[in-house]
Nanobody, 123 residues
């Protein structure tokens, strides 16, 4: 049984930083595309950052230059360092994993999801 567990959410002032982590079990993360999505209140869930099993990383335009995704395959973890946080970064952040084909930015491509961790950025 695959489980993804996110940690690290919380409250932060605008301009501050947070680091999210996701630990996978029941899954060899080295063979998976690992992605962070987020869902703001009343909005759809969108991809934020992707770390592919091949070592590539991609970011949504809204977070480029501020967020960094990294992974540790030995620990089966993927992290998201978020700097210069803005009010519009407030959302529930989800870790997701997929193995095999499918667009890496599409929510529907991902079979495995964490429960989400809430990030609130205040002014």
């Amino acid at each position: 049984q695959v489980q993804l567990v996110e940690t690290g959410g919380g409250f932060v002032q605008a301009g501050g930083s947070l680091k999210l982590s996701c630990t996978a079990s029941g899954l060899d993360a080295s063979k998976a595309d690992m992605t962070w999505f987020r869902q703001a209140p009343g909005k759809d869930r969108w991809y934020v950052a992707v770390s592919t099993f091949g070592g590539d990383v991609f970011y949504a335009d809204s977070v480029k230059g501020r967020f960094t995704i990294s992974r540790d395959n030995a620990k089966n973890t993927v992290s998201l360092q978020m700097n210069s946080l803005k009010l519009e970064d407030t959302a529930v952040y989800y870790c997701a994993a997929k193995i095999g084909s499918g667009d890496i930015t599409w929510r529907s491509s991902y079979a495995y999801w964490g429960q989400g961790t809430e990030v609130t950025v205040s002014s």
